[in-house]
């Protein structure tokens, strides 16, 4: 893409960790959801695999690698391993109150929700949706009688109940940590089943390429009058190679980048 585009297409306007992206509708043969490809050996990092679209084997590029970000699915294993995580450390932080009582000795772990790590992640972490948001809301009533059992225990403790306090740990255990983890399972699931990928397939030099996005918001059109040269500063290096002009939509005002198609697929070298 030199300068601004001579003709008026319409823009398939998508999203990329965090940015709004456009690419010409001119190149656009259609839009499916993601599916695992097929891996091939000595290809660049960007390249995933290849993968049967319509009886066709399609290249499948990673945008956001392509781009120098991270990958999607890097995200979405990551939250998922957040979410294991924070399950083991409830499971112990039981544990190790049941041993601190046995073994008569302090208890070192938080008692305060909000300072378990947690506590730290739930009360900083903004949902992306309302489902997931009213998900994550389910574990505030465990999660802190869990963390509030440790005075109630150290009570039964002093008064010598260790009966008391044993059995209080098992309730719970069975009771609210159950609840935790069946909570933990369903975030899990639900954050899986939602970030879905979406491959926006183009025609490149007579020749399928598809490009995993993180999801599509519209098609629509953009005002040649709106679009500019990219600034030098505005994006990243990586980024600054394939993203050439911005531009603005009508309905909010909004930035795009508008992607080089030429740059993201021209050059993917050998992929079969």
Known sequence: MSGLPSVDYPWVIFMLHKSQMAISA????????????????????????VTNL??????????????????FLTEVKEFCALMDQREKDHRRWLQELEASVREQREFTLATDP????????????????????????????PHRVIH?????VFAL????????????????????LAQMLTLFAKTKEYYRSQNREIAIVLKHQRKLVAMAVDSIDSV???????????????????????????GHRKHDGSTVLILDTEQVVGHLGRVS
């Open 26 to 49: 001119e190149h656009v043969q259609y839009m499916v959801v993601v599916s695992e490809p097929a891996k091939i050996p000595n290809v660049a990092d960007h390249i995933r695999g």
């Open 54 to 71: 319509r009886g066709t084997i399609v290249p499948l590029v990673d945008l956001r690698i392509r781009l120098g970000m991270p990958s």
């Open 114 to 141: 909000h300072k378990c790590a947690f506590g730290k992640w739930y009360d900083s972490y903004q949902p992306m949706s309302y489902t997931l948001a009213s998900l994550l809301k389910q574990f505030e009533a």
């Open 148 to 152: 509030d059992i440790a005075k109630k």
């Open 157 to 176: 403790g002093k008064k010598g109940d260790m009966a008391g306090a044993y059995k209080l740990i098992e309730e719970c255990r069975e009771k609210e």
């Open 220 to 246: 629509e059109y953009l005002e040649v009058d709106s679009m500019a040269e990219m600034p030098s500063s505005f994006a990243g290096e990586e980024e600054a190679r394939f993203v050439t002009l911005i």
